[in-house]
Nanobody
């Protein structure tokens, strides 16, 4: 059974930075694309960023483009989300996800496995 565990969330002031990590275990991730989504209070979960299995193709939501960077370490089965210039509107629970295909997707339904989420709070 594939297991995803996020870490790195917390409280930060506007303009600050955080790096989220998502470690995967319990499966073979040789062709798994990875993604990050987030859900703010009272809102639906939304796409943030995704990377193909190779890391050669990445895609970002317009709201985070230029501020967030997704990356992955194959040796550690871990994907990262570096978040810079954080804004109060970035406050949400952040979820990592994995899909059993090599190409990235910005659609929730395309992902097979999800982490439990990590809270990110940005104060103004």
């Amino acid at each position: 059974q594939v297991h995803l565990v996020e870490s790195g969330g917390g409280l930060v002031q506007a303009g600050g930075s955080l790096r989220l990590s998502c470690a995967a275990s319990g499966g073979t991730f040789s062709s798994f694309a990875r993604g990050w989504f987030r859900q703010a209070p009272g809102k639906e979960r939304e796409f943030v960023a995704a990377t193909s299995w190779s890391g050669g193709s990445k895609y970002y939501a317009d709201s985070v483009k230029g501020r967030f960077t997704i990356s992955r370490d194959h040796a550690k089965n871990t994907v990262y989300l570096q978040m810079n210039s954080l804004k109060p509107e970035d406050t949400a629970v952040y979820y990592c996800a994995a899909r059993g295909r090599s190409s990235w997707s910005d659609q929730e339904d395309d992902y097979d496995y999800w982490g439990q989420g990590t809270q990110v709070t940005v104060s103004s």
